[in-house]
């Protein structure tokens, strides 16, 4: 319990360090808008536009914990936050039916606490914290029906529950409670039974969705003809599940702990074999092997579905496949550890018949490997940089009399949400500049979703608006975009390393077809500001023939 509460209050730590030099950006304003809305009924007509691609549940209940706490960037943060710890305590839990002590801790802690992914939607205004949550219960439920082998009415209602929650909250969703009722079918296979009460029960759950279909329609929209994401090299998927980098576990730690594994095995086997605590029944250690197949083989599964019909293989999408994770460490460290599964207490307690210096330095060797991780993610705060509020530069060029106009969604959101002079700040809808190939595989999709903003946003309605409206309102006015402003996408983006560093996924056209091609306007570059935004001044020429300029 002691070491559950500081892995608890470690993470809910690392938020709160987080939280208040992180501004809210691009996909967690989308969150806010709808979060924060005090009507409900506003908030789901919202929902049911081409905000979000994603299912309702998190909104739901997004709201009413804002309507509880706040809407503010900690409250919405700390809501995933305790989603994650919530998926912590259930894997937890979840192993320790099965393992021991120390391969429970190690199992849960070195993948919880070391995740980029995990770490860094700990401190996100998104769905995620949710979605990991949910897919824990389920596989605590699976761990305990599997088990027992009977199950009640009442067991069948908590599973379709379940179920209908996880698909209810994330697309992917469909993926990952079909992995979990493989993982029942194959494992009841083993077991020589079969329990199709169980099975009916999850696909009963899935039914759920048909609520969101129509919803699902609309928001879908916002992918067609392009989504945002570049297909997915080879390498990226060795990526995210080879340990060679910290997404799903921090490759460091894991070869750390390793280390450790080894070491006190080698230790124990200069001695005379001790005896441990009783080991679980195999079959229980099999099922739960069978579920981190099950729970790992959806990144293959999306990763092919990538290749060869849409690109939707993103590591956050994947979250929920760490708890396979969680399991084959576990596994790993039972192996090792079979004579020291005991508990702290146990193992270090003088005067009892199994402890002896073997019990002490492998005690020891555990305890500060633990220790370390229960400190990662304070550390990994300690670290954190933070995000720099948008528009500090804005003013650095001077023209502070001028409207501005921003090329990218998630810039003039940012500025709209925290500027004390929001109103100078435009948004331009041309859906044929964001309908060119060479706007990006983002581009026709940032215009739909600013376009279902101004719709759903009385706040934001006078301030994005379509570019005719514009230009003949303004005709002096700076306009904020990339330091390649006149830059054109490739029409085929392979690999996902250009999403991370968007690269070549979103050329906003609106400068180079209505400003640049145009004889009447005169652009003029300003200069770059440090964080790679180019400000151009953007004059009507006057027509020959008279004096003076257009202004304002």
């Given at each position: 319990m002691l070491v559950l509460a500081a892995a608890v209050l470690s993470l809910f730590g690392s938020c709160i360090l987080i939280s208040p030099g992180k501004s809210l950006w691009h996909d967690e304003l989308y969150s806010w808008y709808l979060l924060a809305d005090p009507s409900l009924s506003s908030m789901w007509t919202a929902f049911h536009d081409k905000l979000n691609v994603t299912p309702p549940?998190?909104?739901?209940?997004?709201?009413?914990?804002?309507?509880?706490?706040?809407?503010?960037?900690?409250?919405?943060?700390?809501?995933?936050?305790?989603?994650?710890?919530?998926?912590?305590?259930?894997?937890?839990?979840?192993?320790?039916?099965?393992?021991?002590?120390?391969?429970?801790?190690?199992?849960?802690?070195?993948?919880?606490?070391?995740?980029?992914i995990v770490l860094s939607q700990n401190v996100e205004a998104r769905m995620y914290g949710l979605f990991l949550a949910l897919c824990a219960a389920a596989v605590y439920q699976y761990a305990s029906l599997d088990a027992r082998g009977t199950f009640s009415f009442r067991d069948l209602a908590g599973l379709a529950?379940?179920?209908?929650?996880?698909?209810?909250?994330?697309?992917?969703?469909?993926?990952?409670?079909?992995?979990?009722?493989?993982?029942?079918?194959?494992?009841?296979?083993?077991?020589?039974?079969?329990?199709?009460?169980?099975?009916?029960?999850?696909?009963?759950?899935?039914?759920?969705?048909?609520?969101?279909?129509?919803?699902?329609?609309?928001?879908?929209?916002?992918?067609?003809?392009r989504g945002w994401l570049p297909s997915p090299r080879l390498s990226d998927f060795f990526e995210l599940v080879g340990l060679v980098s910290p997404a799903f576990a921090n490759v460091a730690f894991v070869a750390a702990l390793v280390l450790c594994l080894v070491l006190i095995h080698t230790v124990r086997g200069r001695w005379q074999e001790v005896s441990g605590e009783q080991d679980a029944p195999v079959a229980g250690k099999r099922s739960l092997l069978v579920m981190a197949l099950a729970l790992i083989i959806p990144t293959a599964a999306t990763w092919l579905l990538s290749r060869t019909v849409k690109p939707i293989f993103w590591d956050r999408y994947l979250l929920p496949s760490i708890i396979g994770y969680c399991i084959a460490i576990a596994h790993l460290a039972s192996h090792f550890l079979s004579a020291y599964s005991h508990g702290v207490r146990d193992l270090l307690s003088p005067g009892t018949s199994r402890t002896d210096g073997r019990q002490i330095f492998a005690g020891a060797v555990l305890s500060a490997f633990v220790l370390v991780l229960?400190?990662?993610?304070?550390?990994?705060?300690?670290?954190?940089?933070?995000?720099?509020?948008?528009?500090?530069?804005?003013?650095?060029?001077?023209?502070?009399?001028?409207?501005?106009?921003?090329?990218?969604?998630?810039?003039?959101?940012?500025?709209?949400?925290?500027?004390?002079?929001?109103?100078?700040?435009?948004?331009?809808?041309?859906?044929?500049?964001?309908?060119?190939?060479?706007?990006?595989?983002?581009?026709?999709?940032?215009?739909?979703?600013?376009?279902?903003?101004?719709?759903?946003?009385?706040?934001?309605?006078?301030?994005?608006?379509?570019?005719?409206d514009f230009l003949a309102r303004f005709d002096r006015f700076i306009v904020i975009d990339y330091t390649d402003y006149d830059a054109a996408c490739p029409t085929r983006v392979v690999g996902l390393q250009y999403a991370r560093d968007w690269q070549d996924i979103h050329c906003p056209q609106w400068v180079e077809t209505r400003l640049l091609a145009n004889s009447d306007y005169a652009v003029t570059h300003l200069g770059n500001t440090p964080d790679w935004q180019a400000m151009l001044l953007v004059e009507r020429k006057a027509p020959q023939g008279t004096t003076g300029s257009v202004l304002r």
């Amino acid at each position: 319990m002691l070491v559950l509460a500081a892995a608890v209050l470690s993470l809910f730590g690392s938020c709160i360090l987080i939280s208040p030099g992180k501004s809210l950006w691009h996909d967690e304003l989308y969150s806010w808008y709808l979060l924060a809305d005090p009507s409900l009924s506003s908030m789901w007509t919202a929902f049911h536009d081409k905000l979000n691609v994603t299912p309702p549940l998190y909104f739901v209940l997004g709201w009413l914990w804002a309507q509880l706490v706040g809407a503010s960037e900690l409250s919405l943060r700390l809501f995933s936050a305790l989603g994650i710890a919530a998926a912590l305590i259930l894997v937890w839990a979840t192993l320790r039916k099965v393992y021991g002590f120390w391969p429970t801790c190690i199992g849960t802690l070195t993948v919880f606490l070391t995740s980029e992914i995990v770490l860094s939607q700990n401190v996100e205004a998104r769905m995620y914290g949710l979605f990991l949550a949910l897919c824990a219960a389920a596989v605590y439920q699976y761990a305990s029906l599997d088990a027992r082998g009977t199950f009640s009415f009442r067991d069948l209602a908590g599973l379709a529950v379940i179920h209908a929650a996880i698909v209810n909250t994330h697309l992917f969703g469909l993926f990952y409670s079909g992995a979990i009722l493989a993982a029942f079918v194959v494992a009841d296979v083993l077991r020589g039974r079969f329990r199709k009460g169980i099975y009916f029960a999850v696909v009963g759950g899935w039914m759920s969705f048909l609520f969101y279909l129509p919803a699902f329609l609309v928001q879908s929209d916002v992918a067609r003809p392009r989504g945002w994401l570049p297909s997915p090299r080879l390498s990226d998927f060795f990526e995210l599940v080879g340990l060679v980098s910290p997404a799903f576990a921090n490759v460091a730690f894991v070869a750390a702990l390793v280390l450790c594994l080894v070491l006190i095995h080698t230790v124990r086997g200069r001695w005379q074999e001790v005896s441990g605590e009783q080991d679980a029944p195999v079959a229980g250690k099999r099922s739960l092997l069978v579920m981190a197949l099950a729970l790992i083989i959806p990144t293959a599964a999306t990763w092919l579905l990538s290749r060869t019909v849409k690109p939707i293989f993103w590591d956050r999408y994947l979250l929920p496949s760490i708890i396979g994770y969680c399991i084959a460490i576990a596994h790993l460290a039972s192996h090792f550890l079979s004579a020291y599964s005991h508990g702290v207490r146990d193992l270090l307690s003088p005067g009892t018949s199994r402890t002896d210096g073997r019990q002490i330095f492998a005690g020891a060797v555990l305890s500060a490997f633990v220790l370390v991780l229960l400190a990662n993610p304070l550390w990994y705060a300690a670290q954190h940089d933070g995000r720099a509020f948008a528009g500090r530069f804005d003013l650095r060029f001077g023209y502070e009399d001028l409207p501005v106009v921003v090329e990218f969604p998630g810039g003039f959101l940012e500025r709209w949400h925290y500027s004390t002079d929001r109103e100078r700040y435009y948004f331009i809808l041309d859906e044929a500049a964001a309908m060119k190939q060479e706007s990006g595989l983002f581009g026709l999709q940032a215009h739909k979703h600013m376009d279902a903003f101004r719709r759903n946003c009385p706040q934001l309605r006078d301030n994005v608006v379509q570019s005719d409206d514009f230009l003949a309102r303004f005709d002096r006015f700076i306009v904020i975009d990339y330091t390649d402003y006149d830059a054109a996408c490739p029409t085929r983006v392979v690999g996902l390393q250009y999403a991370r560093d968007w690269q070549d996924i979103h050329c906003p056209q609106w400068v180079e077809t209505r400003l640049l091609a145009n004889s009447d306007y005169a652009v003029t570059h300003l200069g770059n500001t440090p964080d790679w935004q180019a400000m151009l001044l953007v004059e009507r020429k006057a027509p020959q023939g008279t004096t003076g300029s257009v202004l304002r």
